[in-house]
């Protein structure tokens, strides 16, 4: 079985490379093909099956279809086409549109994944995309949708009422995995918080992670009597977050840490908490439920749907501190049941088995074509 992975994201994401491992160990030959600006660095490292072109421009970035071309001409030309069973773009546009062409030229097979660009930065703004949006999730054999929640929202808003049945029942649910590392070394449920409440944030420090409204919180909390501290830990991005790093008697900044330092620093800690404005799954909510941590995440993104609603933690609004401080209250009231929870439940996301649905869905779309 051999498989174009078309993955734009591969260099930002660590989560591709354990995906593509994990299909390699059953037998799936991945040729990994990750389009990059001419002017990026591309690292010293890169696995034999890996491909990173530097073949656009920064022009080319916000020309869709010059880009596109650039892209397609470039696959072509590296890749024997014929030796290909089925493409697999992690996009809808950026990797789909690409997986589309060539299958309207070479007839191969494709399925496609729908992330957090694709419905918050291509369906919402460009509109004069949105009709070939709406083509290469006709024609894909198969759409992966990270959440139920991204699912509904896409094929609602953007979908065409003649088409959404269509596009419905050729989509599936499929979370992200975690590093094995973390399903390795599961974390012991735990009876009750610590006092004062440690509250964690792990990941880039910017304004779509939305720290200020776990601040908000906290603020609150303490106003209400419930001495809490704020634990930090990822890279600041943004210059009006540098007061993060600056010291605080609520707020412990880390800075960025290894998936050890991560690991321990999870098990210290009683509630994650991460109000993104967008996600398209956050693969730290799944990393603290694998050490007995209930975790706080945005209503309609894509964490949630995952579990029912206080299975291993809460929804919440991006722009309200007072209903993250409710569920902050309900985790409290229930802690050793959502702890005991979050580590029965991260099974869900272990590599493995995802890699083994993956391969499924390979082998069912290319017995289809033949």
């Not at 174009?4 to 354990?18: M, R």
């Not at 001409?73 to 697999?88: A, E, G, Q, S």
């Not at 070394?185 to 004062?196: A, D, F, T, W, Y």
């Not at 605080?248 to 900044?253: H, K």
Request: aromatic share 12%; proline share 4%.
């Amino acid at each position: 079985m051999r498989v174009l992975q078309i993955a734009n994201g591969y260099l930002g994401n660590k989560l591709y490379q354990n995906m593509f491992e994990h299909l390699q160990d059953i037998d799936v030959q991945n040729l990994v093909y990750v389009p990059i600006d001419r002017h990026a660095d591309i690292p010293e490292l890169v696995p034999n099956d890996v491909y990173i072109s530097q073949c656009f421009s920064q022009l080319d970035r916000v020309l869709f279809f010059r880009k596109q071309r650039r892209i397609l001409k470039d696959i072509r030309t590296h890749y024997d086409l014929n030796t290909v069973d089925v493409i697999h773009a992690h996009t809808v546009f950026s990797g789909g549109y690409a997986a589309y062409q060539l299958y309207k030229r070479y007839g191969k097979p494709y399925l496609i994944a729908v992330r957090n660009t694709d419905k918050n930065v291509f369906f919402r703004y460009m509109v004069h995309l949105r009709k070939i949006g709406v083509s290469i999730m006709e024609h894909a054999e198969q759409i992966i949708f990270l959440s139920p929640q991204y699912r509904s929202s896409v094929i609602e808003t953007y979908i065409p009422e003649h088409l959404k049945s269509v596009v419905y029942n050729k989509s599936l649910i499929i979370p992200n995995g975690i590093h094995d590392y973390f399903l390795e070394n599961l974390g012991r449920p735990r009876l009750v918080p610590n006092k004062p409440l440690r509250l964690i944030y792990v990941g880039e420090v910017s304004s779509n992670k939305n720290i200020e409204m776990t601040l908000k919180a906290a603020e609150i909390l303490r106003s209400k009597g419930i001495m809490c501290e704020i634990v930090v830990a990822g890279k600041i991005l943004e210059d009006k977050y540098r007061f993060i790093s600056e010291g605080s008697p609520f707020i412990s900044y880390l800075g960025q840490l290894s998936k050890e330092q991560v690991l321990c620093a999870l098990r210290e800690a009683d509630i994650f908490i991460m109000p993104s404005h967008t996600e398209t799954f956050g693969l730290v909510y799944a990393e603290a439920m694998s050490q007995g941590v209930p975790v706080i995440y945005t209503r309609g993104q894509g964490f949630d749907g995952q579990f029912p609603e206080g299975t291993v933690g809460y929804a919440v609004s991006d722009h309200d501190p007072e209903d993250i401080v409710r569920r902050i209250f309900d985790i409290i009231d229930k802690y050793s049941e959502i702890s005991n929870q979050c580590v029965q439940h991260v099974s869900r996301f272990n590599w493995s088995t995802i890699a083994m649905q993956y391969k499924d869905i390979y082998n069912k779309i290319v017995k289809v074509g033949k």
